[in-house]
């Protein structure tokens, strides 16, 4: 990187709350010290978005501030002064030490742990400007601990394995029974509102017992050798997008959201939310095609809500 962005500030000494929350924030945005008062960040528009507010409150306080545009000297090696591997060295050791208590006794409270490590590791990631083979040795730990302590809470979730996505024609799977696990959760829940809604929309669902006693004349979803299942890092909803040619950018972040819910990663914000009123929903509502009824309002409702915003943003 050629151009950099500086902030160069100057505030009264006897202005002690400004100056303490001026450096928190610089401390969470990532930006490196050049020297006292002088800031470095890389020249990207949200970086220039933290300087920026920053420098206007400097300067609302009855302090001095700059936002500069410059270029790296010869032999400066700005690039190092963004090396995160401190953080993702202590992360990684808390991730190791939580791997290590994995058992059935207390999965629950290490699942607990493991979300705390997950938003930590998408903090530092925020200010990883740069990528680093830390962060990607963090995120391997981080998923095989979330896998583990999946197949302790969830023995019955179908594992990944690795193959191609088919293109198919959703013509081809109307009119069709389709069977999943009973007492469905998002992935299964998200992919019969995705079957109903875009393939086929007079779909009926069996709710199975067990796997094994799966009708061979049934499309089976989101358990280990299902027709649909878990592919790479997709859950059973994103195989269907990419199958069906459905990857909008609305389903794409439905995708995101159930992706999560299901498997773990990186948290959207309607997450908390959205689990919280499935869960209500399933504690409460006994039939799996009543609760299949209610969830699918639920995801209606988030259909309307991404595809405004996507508009809104379209139109910007």
């Known amino acids: 990187m050629k151009y950099w962005l500086s902030l160069i500030i100057s505030l009264p000494t006897e202005n002690a709350n400004t100056r303490m929350r001026t450096w928190r924030v610089l401390k969470a945005s990532g930006a490196a010290v050049l020297r006292d008062g002088v800031y470095l960040m890389p020249e990207r528009d949200a970086c220039r978005s933290v300087f920026q507010s920053v420098a206007a409150e400097i300067s609302g306080s009855g302090g001095t501030s700059y936002v500069i545009r410059i270029e790296e000297p010869g032999g400066a090696d700005f690039k190092a002064m963004f090396d995160r591997r401190d953080e993702f060295s202590v992360l990684l050791e808390d991730i190791w030490a939580v791997t290590a208590e994995v058992n059935e006794e207390s999965a629950s409270e290490q699942a607990k742990k493991a979300r705390k490590l997950r938003k930590a590791f998408?903090?530092?990631?925020?200010?990883?400007?740069?990528?680093?083979?830390?962060?990607?040795?963090?995120?391997?730990?981080?998923?095989?601990?979330?896998?583990?302590?999946?197949?302790?809470?969830?023995?019955?979730?179908?594992?990944?394995?690795?193959?191609?996505?088919?293109?198919?024609?959703?013509?081809?799977?109307?009119?069709?029974?389709?069977?999943?696990?009973?007492?469905?959760?998002?992935?299964?829940?998200?992919?019969?509102?995705?079957?109903?809604?875009?393939?086929?929309?007079?779909?009926?669902?069996?709710?199975?017992?067990?796997?094994?006693?799966?009708?061979?004349?049934?499309?089976?979803?989101?358990?280990?050798?299902?027709?649909?299942?878990?592919?790479?890092?997709?859950?059973?909803f994103e195989v269907m997008l990419a199958s069906f040619n459905l990857e909008t950018p609305q389903l794409q972040r439905m995708g995101h959201l159930v992706h999560f819910l299901d498997v773990g990663g990186l948290q959207p914000p309607e997450a908390a939310g959205i689990e919280s009123v499935l869960a209500g929903m399933r504690e409460s509502i006994q039939s799996d095609d009543r609760l299949l009824q209610a969830a699918s309002a639920v995801f209606d409702g988030l259909l309307q809500t991404f595809s405004k915003e996507v508009i809104r943003h379209g139109n910007q």
């Open 122 to 236: 998408a903090g530092i990631v925020e200010i990883d400007f740069f990528g680093s083979e830390a962060q990607k040795q963090t995120e391997a730990a981080l998923q095989a601990l979330e896998l583990a302590l999946s197949r302790i809470l969830s023995p019955d979730e179908p594992h990944s394995v690795e193959a191609a996505i088919a293109q198919l024609d959703p013509k081809a799977f109307r009119g069709k029974t389709w069977a999943t696990r009973q007492r469905p959760w998002v992935d299964r829940l998200a992919s019969a509102w995705l079957i109903r809604t875009f393939i086929d929309v007079k779909a009926k669902f069996i709710w199975l017992e067990s796997p094994k006693k799966c009708p061979k004349d049934a499309i089976s979803f989101d358990f280990d050798g299902a027709t649909f299942s878990h592919i790479g890092a997709r859950v059973t």
